[in-house]
Nanobody, 116 residues
Framework: QVQLVESGGGLVQPGGSLRLSCEAS????????MSWLRQGPGDRLQVVAS????????YYLDSVKGRFTISRADAQNTLYLQMHNLTTEDTALYYC?????????RGQGTQVTVSA
């Protein structure tokens, strides 16, 4: 059974940091392009960061550049998102996604709330 399980979300003050993790099971992440997506209250779903198979390329949403870092540990079938200097605009449900060919998986999400 294919699963992506996110963890690491929570409540943090502005300027704080969080590290999200996504553990994959039921498939091997090595060949997959992996991404973090988010959807804030009243917002559309957006790609926050992505990392290609083999970590050759990365992409970041402009608003998170310099604050977020995506990384992968394929030996552990795990994807990470390190987030620093969080703002209230980062409040959202964060999802992990994996894509390879016609295979496209997404987790249930972990909530990140940035509030004083």
């Amino acid at each position: 059974q294919v699963q992506l399980v996110e963890s690491g979300g929570g409540l943090v003050q502005p300027g704080g940091s969080l590290r999200l993790s996504c553990e994959a099971s039921g498939f091997t992440t090595t060949l997959y392009d992996m991404s973090w997506l988010r959807q804030g209250p009243g917002d559309r779903l957006q790609v926050v960061a992505s990392i290609s198979s083999g970590a050759r390329t990365t992409y970041y949403l402009d608003s998170v550049k310099g604050r977020f870092t995506i990384s992968r540990a394929d030996a552990q079938n795990t994807l990470y998102l390190q987030m620093h200097n969080l703002t209230t605009e980062d409040t959202a449900l964060y999802y992990c996604a994996a894509r390879w060919g016609r295979s496209d998986y997404r987790g249930q999400g972990t909530q990140v709330t940035v509030s004083a």
